[in-house]
């Protein structure tokens, strides 16, 4: 098993650091050209386009790869049935430009879901193929195609974007990504199109899919709500304040957690008996995330005005007070995103789908609170308390319910990760004033927070502990 975790981290990882690098580039060159209002119009379109893209996974994609009986022709069957899934979704988005233009206001996503319903399209047939690659384990093939569909995407948006095209500079982009992925994925996989499909492979899934559906469904609810109604009640330049805000936020969750949870299911699904080994993969993983987690949360809250107005420039100065809010629950994503991989691969996605209803109700309640108040900032406070909320509810039906353990074993592999954060909060409350650019300043404090991180592992023992971690898992 180590074996294959490690080529799976190494590609993966060079997968998420590749996009991450490469989203930062493109969206810092957008970013100058382009208004936040520009920018809120694409990500209130997005909101609409990643349901669509859930419902055109139907939970397909977890079950091909939990489901280790299912034959070639079996998966053939079940490509075929995606196929008419997303051209029937596709044709549906096409439409729903009228409704979003009366819910917001605005004709322009008219054109926009025009465009769109090709990408609708193309990531809902790319899921089957995708899974197949990560089901016999090809992250390098996987993570080469993501990167190449956001390199396709950028200069693309770019280019449109230098030339006037506004915000169909990215939608344009978005739609060039999926077609890009599934023409790689498609013709690796050999898959077979048919007109024909047989119901009798969708049955041999439907238990396992429609559990990992539902969570997706609920889940995607009580993550877009906020950027829905701020869309609604706010502005076009409200929204696109606290999206940035809120995808810089989850940047610490592509570059280190992502890297981890991508291979967690595609492995661990080979060991669904052995609970006691899922169980200690988990603690260790929460251990891992939480040391660097906690950590950088503080470093984030600190820093939060150095790094919105570097990547971004002065014109998103308002990013920066909901972005501080949000970094203290970026330690809570980390762990919170690796769950979802440990329930599928007990098979416990009852219980995964019993925690999206719970956090769907977490996160709806602080959500409407935050608007019910009038700021985006209220938004981001009360999801952060939504967020530690979930936290508690997922681990407690992840080590109660599903591993029967008790719930101090895990907050005891949190203990000296609390500490690391305490440090790091000392210090940077301390630290005066730095007097230098964006850059420099950036620069100091992440020497800082770097300084006070290798001297905190050393301090608590966790370095020692680390290293035999690792030589174990080697041997």
Do not use: C
């Amino acid at each position: 098993m180590y074996e294959q975790f490690k080529t799976g981290l190494i590609y993966t990882a060079m997968g998420k650091y590749s996009i991450v690098i490469i989203q930062l580039l493109v969206q810092a060159v957008l970013t100058r050209i382009l208004t936040p209002a520009e920018f809120g119009i694409v990500a209130a379109v997005n909101i609409f386009l990643v349901f669509f893209q859930l419902l055109a996974d139907f939970g397909i994609g977890p079950a091909i790869i939990q489901n280790k009986q299912l034959t070639r022709k079996e998966v053939d069957s079940i490509f075929s049935f995606s196929l008419y899934i997303a051209f029937g979704l596709s044709i549906l988005f096409l439409f729903l430009g009228f409704p979003m233009s009366l819910f917001y206001g605005n004709e322009v996503f008219i054109p926009i879901s025009r465009i769109l319903a090709i990408a609708v399209f193309f990531y809902g047939i790319l899921v089957v193929p995708q899974s197949l690659l990560l089901k016999e384990k090809n992250f390098k093939l996987v993570n080469i195609t993501t990167i190449s569909g956001a390199v396709v995407s950028g200069i693309i948006s770019i280019i449109l974007a230098l030339l006037g095209f506004s915000y169909y500079a990215m939608i344009v982009g978005n739609t060039a990504k999926a077609f890009t992925m599934f023409m790689v994925f498609y013709f690796n996989t050999e898959t077979k199109i048919s007109l024909k499909f047989s119901w009798a492979p969708l049955k041999k899934i439907y238990a396992f899919s429609r559990n990992q559906f539902l969570f997706n469904f609920i889940n995607y609810f009580s993550r877009n709500l906020d950027n829905l109604l701020i869309g609604r009640y706010f502005s076009s330049t409200a929204l696109a304040y606290y999206d940035r805000a809120y995808q810089v936020s989850l940047y610490p969750n592509q570059v280190l957690t992502s890297v981890v949870t991508s291979v967690i299911h595609p492995i661990l699904s080979d060991y669904v008996d052995e609970k006691e080994r899922i169980k200690n993969v988990y603690l260790r993983i929460s251990n891992l995330l939480a040391t660097l987690g906690m950590p950088l949360s503080i470093f984030l809250f600190f820093t939060a005005e150095e790094i919105i107005l570097f990547l971004f420039g002065g014109q998103w100065v308002g990013s920066i007070l909901t972005f501080q809010i949000l970094a203290l629950s970026v330690w809570l994503q980390m762990i919170l995103s690796s769950t979802g991989g440990i329930f599928q691969s007990g098979n416990r996605t009852d219980l995964l789908l019993l925690s999206g209803v719970l956090s769907t109700i977490f996160n709806v309640m602080g959500i409407v609170t935050g608007i019910l108040l009038g700021q985006i900032e209220f938004v981001a406070l009360f999801l952060v308390i939504a967020f530690s909320l979930n936290f508690i509810q997922a681990n407690i039906l992840l080590m109660k319910k599903m591993f029967n353990e008790k719930l101090i074993t895990f907050f005891k592999v949190l203990f000296k990760p609390f500490l690391l954060a305490l440090m790091q909060a000392g210090v940077f409350l301390i630290l005066p004033e730095l007097p230098f650019n964006l850059f420099i300043n950036l620069v100091i404090k992440g020497m800082v927070f770097v300084i006070v991180w290798v001297g905190g592992l050393l301090l608590t023992g966790e370095f020692k502990r680390i290293l035999k971690e690792v030589r174990h898992a080697k041997s």
